[in-house]
């Protein structure tokens, strides 16, 4: 019964959008790649004593998005569309943004100098990192309900015409935009055939969304995906690729290898060059964002399993099987010193080894989770639906 508790949690916390997606059939056109059968599949580990944190801190609202380290500070974005940066060494408050219109917590993104961000009413707006002043403000006059993608020279926002808060409107073109990091100033628009697109991810000359669309003649509701590799330097089109995988979760690049996963439950492998299918991965369950390294591919999914794939084919190089009360890893696994640290839903924190999939780290917060955390230093940063910001020592 627990269990079944913890699922039913789990799945009401996913982004609205997730939840309002229906879930296609994979493209039986498309090969999957067969799966070898791992030599070992590493075992749960035993139940940890709870840990109790080094430092712990109240924010104003829910914590449904991820932390961001910005030099010695968490960046993190409350479901109440508030903006906080307390020092990550301490917990001690910096700065907060609290604006009339809210910010939409998914859209944050940081770096060493700025923090940015889509806001309700169709702006796009940049803070200092360090005081939380507003350096600028863009009106796009669409929302910006997903990640953002920073550079030193540009901020890529992806709009959306679907969402939290929004009426879908299936025939209505989502935009990628650039803007001047420095200024705020327009670059240029690529307006697609998506009503949505999903957090932008660059590679080198080439910047890569995607998201879905709705197939003209089809039923209202009947989600397809396009993925577009777009030039960085005037938003033209590279490739554009399309499949019935439903709404995308998340775009990622390892080396000459895009990866995407969508509502089927499939990793699925293009080549940056020209977008062409590669290989398929499926596991069947419910999946989080990967971590690449090494020509691998890490990421956990619904069935306890984290494991590591071969980016150039599809294979499994390792599992590890996460402690069955925890259900499953979520957010983006962080990589340290060939260490893949992640947090599980129900708050236990692994570390593995690369490598080999073995534990090297296990402990238990006592909190529930709906996303992953950050590192500084030796401490691992999580948030909880209660607002609570919370460091656990690790070494």
């Known amino acids: ?73 968490v960046i993190v974005a409350t479901a109440d569309g508030v903006v906080h940066a307390v020092q990550a060494g301490t917990g001690e408050s910096v700065w907060m943004f609290s604006p009339k219109t809210r910010v939409w917590d998914a859209s944050v993104n940081a770096d060493e100098t700025r923090v940015c961000a889509g806001m309700e009413g169709g702006q796009i707006i940049c803070l200092d990192a360090l005081t939380g002043q507003t350096l600028w403000i863009f009106d796009a006059g669409q929302e910006v309900q997903s990640r953002v993608a920073l550079t030193p020279d ?48 660059i590679a080198g000359e080439i910047i890569l969304t995607g998201g879905a669309f709705q197939v003209e003649g089809q039923a209202a509701g009947t989600i397809e995906t396009r993925i577009y590799a777009l030039n960085t330097e005037d938003g033209s089109v590279r490739w554009k690729y399309e499949s019935n995988d439903g709404l995308v979760r998340w775009v990622d690049v390892s080396g000459e290898t895009v990866v995407f996963s969508a509502a089927s439950e499939t990793v699925n492998a293009l080549g940056l060059a020209d977008g062409k299918l590669l290989w398929q991965f499926g596991p069947g369950y419910w999946m989080q964002f990967p971590a690449m390294q090494n020509g691998n591919i890490f990421f956990g999914s619904g069935d306890e399993l ?42 236990e924190v692994y570390a593995l080894d690369a490598a080999t999939g073995g534990q090297v780290k296990y402990l238990s917060t006592g909190r529930t989770s709906r996303v992953g955390g950050v590192l500084y230093q030796n401490l691992y940063i999580m948030g909880d639906p209660d607002g609570n910001l919370s460091a656990y020592e690790i070494e």
């Open 154 to 201: 540009r901020v890529y926002a992806p709009t959306t015409q679907a969402g939290t808060g929004l009426e879908t409107n299936f025939n209505e073109s989502a935009s990628l935009i650039a803007l001047d990091a420095a200024t705020g100033e327009f670059v240029w628009e690529a307006v697609t055939e998506n009503y949505i697109l999903r957090r932008p991810v």
């Open 306 to 347: 984290f494991q590591a794939v071969n980016a150039s084919n599809g294979q499994v190089v390792w599992q590890h099987e996460i402690n069955m009360s925890s259900l499953n890893q979520i957010g983006r696994p962080l990589i340290q010193e060939n260490r893949i640290w992640f947090n599980s839903v129900t708050g």
């Open 1 to 73: 019964m627990q269990r079944l508790v913890l699922i039913v949690f789990f799945v009401l916390t996913i982004w609205p959008l997730e939840a309002c997606a229906p879930k296609p059939t994979p493209t039986p056109n498309f090969h999957t790649q067969p799966q070898p059968t791992p030599s070992a599949v590493s075992p749960s580990p035993s139940k940890a004593e709870i840990a109790s944190p080094a430092w712990a801190v109240q924010l104003s609202g829910a914590i449904n998005s991820t932390p961001i380290i910005s030099g010695d500070l």
